[in-house]
């Protein structure tokens, strides 16, 4: 390209081309990572809002904020790069008057100047913008007034631990966290086996679950709905089906929530059979009912019913679905950790039975 510069000043350009593509492709690398988006389909018990554009949260709030930031510095920088290219080609190609080589330049100080000076200033403009940014997003304690939650990630699964509301005992469920709007959440991240990361792109970004250290982050859901999220850290076999799903409610319905899942468990004698089945049969081990087991290894079912999807959000839970997860969970997720116990069909009808009653 130099060859074709028929004047020194030209040269300036060129080099601001240059040191700006690179810082170009530094900083449309952050926003290549930050922005993902994905296109469910209609029927996917799972779709929904993924992008970061639509932030429903503070801390959501200063992250979409920072990647419009990165996305028009880069954008800026790849309209003047891309401009005084095409215009150089134009303006300098060959012609047929031309005689012999253009005059060659070697070494300016204004130019190295303004390769170093250029980006410089604008990697501090973003050094800036995002340490603001981080301060915002990792609070590094808890909000005033804000509801303590401890997750504890499983492969691969989600498990919640929330205090009931009058200060007796906690809440234990799994996959489906139910939280108030416009109150402060502050998630204290716990893994029981790898590494895992919790990402909800409409209330925060990304913190990862380390085993043996509790790693927080918060968010504060600004209105009510679903907000789906997904571990964003390579878990195992079904990490992709390791899926999150909040539902922001008003208070009142907050409180119901909280009433219902540290209630009791149902006791219902039709179905004594199965309930029989799951106490000698290998379930107990792994899943907890309150009351009646004690298994830390799998969900907590006491309240199975009240949750809407199976397997961290691989299908919608309803008794087909159920009934399919109890005869061979691979069938729905492949390489999970629960096995087929190889019931016969009367056996599964009894326990599926039994687990319809779990509301
Ligand atoms: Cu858990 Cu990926």
């Given at each position: 390209m130099f060859f074709l510069i028929a004047k020194k000043r030209f040269a300036f350009i060129f080099v601001v081309l240059i040191a700006a593509s690179s810082l170009n492709s530094i900083a449309g690398s952050d926003v290549a990572s930050t922005a993902v988006v994905c296109a469910p389909t209609s029927?996917?018990?799972?779709?929904g809002d993924l992008s970061?554009?639509?932030?429903?949260s503070p801390p959501a709030h200063e992250i979409r904020e920072i990647a419009w930031l990165v996305l028009g510095i880069s954008a800026a920088i790849f309209v003047v790069v891309e401009g005084v290219l095409v215009w150089s080609i134009i303006r300098f190609r060959k012609r047929a008057r031309d005689a012999g080589e253009p005059v060659q330049v070697f070494g300016s100080n204004p130019v190295e100047l303004a390769w170093t000076v250029i980006p410089t200033i604008i990697v501090f403009v973003l050094a800036l913008a995002t340490l603001r940014t981080i301060r915002e997003v990792q609070l590094t304690e808890a909000p005033e007034g804000s509801l303590n939650v401890d997750v504890i990630a499983h492969q691969w699964w989600w498990e919640y631990r929330i205090p009931n509301l009058d200060g007796n005992g906690t809440i234990v469920t799994a996959n489906e966290l139910v939280v108030p709007v416009g109150r402060p959440i502050w998630l204290t991240l716990q893994s029981a086996d790898v590494i895992h990361s919790f990402w909800i792109p409409q209330l925060n970004g990304k913190t990862d679950i380390i085993p043996n250290h509790a790693n927080h982050t918060w968010f504060q859901a600004e209105r009510a709905g679903i907000f789906l999220g997904q571990c964003?850290?390579?878990?195992?076999?079904?990490h992709a089906n390791m899926l999150l799903r909040v539902t922001a409610v008003d208070d009142a319905a907050f409180k119901a929530w909280c009433v219902h899942q540290s209630s009791p468990v149902v006791s219902d004698p039709s179905v004594e059979q199965g309930r029989d089945m799951f106490l000698n049969l290998a379930c107990m081990n792994c899943h907890a009912i309150d009351g009646v087991s004690g298994g830390?290894?799998?969900?907590?079912?006491?309240?199975?019913?009240?949750?809407?999807?199976i397997g961290s959000g691989v299908a919608p839970l309803n008794p087909t679905t159920l009934r399919a997860w109890v005869d061979d969970p691979q069938n729905l997720?492949?390489?999970?950790?629960m096995p087929s116990l190889e019931l016969d069909p009367n056996q599964l009808d009894a326990i599926v039975a039994y687990l319809l009653t779990l509301k």
């Open positions: 029927e996917n018990i799972n779709a970061i554009f639509s932030s429903a964003a850290e390579y878990c195992g076999k079904q830390s290894f799998g969900p907590n079912l006491t309240h199975l019913m009240s949750r809407t999807t997720k492949v390489g999970c950790n």
